[in-house]
């Protein structure tokens, strides 16, 4: 295993050599798609290992890689540091356990743009700027064109589902907080990579108890690991990259395409077709998260 991940260790340093030549637009839009491209590979993991199965083997997996790949030195540091880690690693572990399990309900496209609102509200909150106004607006349309409660009609979706990827949007959110925190504390990618081991430990048990025996069967772990790869490392070292060059707020803008991209996957890969209401409800969510990064004040 560790000659496995060494040798993906050493193909990500090529790839950041690679990807020092692409504009860092082309580096976002890739991450994103890579993601999405991951969580589409997830939900074909669900039958076998479940939800909770198959985000432990993506955290599991990403730390284990994230470990190799940096070779972080976790001592040396203050017991309210490691607090702020910990924490990190438990907001983490949380936003993707429910959004795997409202990925299990719910289409893919309609999840993310759910779970979107999360950055969203962290771009504007506190903002006293009467165009932020308007992009909560139409973020709020967007999700009430998605509620499954009978709220101006209401789509036939599981509000369970709903509620999960809600849920996960507000970790999201926390996790945006708490990566800042964790950044400024630990050098390099150290405090990704000790909240990856701290999720993967929190995830265990619920990874045991709907994975069980699936866990070790070598598909379902070739499988997690390229779900691993695809929604974790991949995209997380993309946007290191990118982010080097790029200024902030056009960052943001580029990550605002996720929900979009989220759809086009979904249809593609999963044929999770959506109706028209669904589809303007992306539209809207996707405009509020554009226009909340693009008129953003300056970094």
């Known amino acids: 295993m560790q000659g496995v991940l060494s040798h993906i260790a050493r193909g990500f340093a090529s790839t950041r050599e690679v990807a020092a030549s692409v504009p860092p637009t082309g580096l976002v839009v890739l991450g994103v798609g890579c993601f999405q491209l991951g969580a589409a590979l997830a939900k074909g993991l669900f039958e076998d290992a479940g939800p909770g199965g198959t985000v432990f083997l993506r955290v599991a997996f990403a730390a284990l890689i994230l470990l190799v790949m940096w070779r972080p030195n976790f001592r040396g540091y203050s017991l309210r540091e490691y607090g702020v880690a910990a924490?990190?690693?438990?907001?983490?572990?949380?936003?993707?356990?429910?959004?795997?399990?409202?990925?299990?309900?719910?289409?893919?496209?309609?999840?993310?743009?759910?779970?979107?609102?999360?950055?969203?509200?962290?771009?504007?909150?506190?903002?006293?700027?009467?165009?932020?106004?308007?992009?909560?607006?139409?973020?709020?349309?967007?999700?009430?064109?998605?509620?499954?409660?009978?709220?101006?009609?209401?789509?036939?979706?599981?509000?369970?589902?709903?509620?999960?990827?809600?849920?996960?949007?507000?970790?999201?959110?926390?996790?945006?907080?708490?990566?800042?925190k964790t950044g400024g504390i630990f050098p390099g990618g150290t405090g990704l990579a000790l909240a990856m081991c701290i999720g993967a430990v929190?995830?265990?048990?619920?990874?045991?108890?709907?994975?069980?025996?699936?866990?070790?069967?070598?598909?379902?772990?070739?499988?997690?690991?390229?779900?691993?790869?695809?929604?974790?490392?991949?995209?997380?070292?993309?946007?290191?990259?990118?982010?080097?060059?790029l200024p902030t707020r056009v960052f943001g803008v580029l990550m605002s395409l996720e929900p979009a991209v989220a759809a086009l996957v979904g249809f593609i890969i999963l044929s999770e077709a959506l109706e028209m209401r669904a589809i303007l409800a992306i539209f809207l969510v996707t405009a509020a998260a554009v226009g909340a990064s693009r008129f953003a004040s300056k970094n």
């Open 87 to 180: 924490i990190f690693g438990l907001a983490l572990a949380a936003m993707n356990f429910a959004f795997y399990s409202s990925l299990e309900r719910i289409p893919l496209g309609v999840a993310v743009t759910l779970e979107f609102t999360g950055p969203l509200a962290v771009a504007v909150v506190g903002s006293r700027k009467l165009l932020d106004l308007v992009w909560v607006i139409l973020a709020a349309g967007g999700i009430l064109l998605l509620a499954p409660l009978g709220v101006l009609g209401g789509l036939d979706l599981d509000p369970v589902g709903v509620a999960l990827a809600l849920l996960a949007g507000c970790f999201w959110a926390s996790y945006i907080i708490l990566s800042a």
């Open 202 to 245: 929190a995830l265990l048990p619920v990874g045991i108890s709907q994975g069980g025996m699936s866990l070790l069967d070598p598909k379902v772990l070739l499988v997690g690991a390229g779900v691993a790869l695809l929604s974790s490392a991949i995209p997380y070292s993309l946007e290191m990259e990118a982010l080097r060059k």
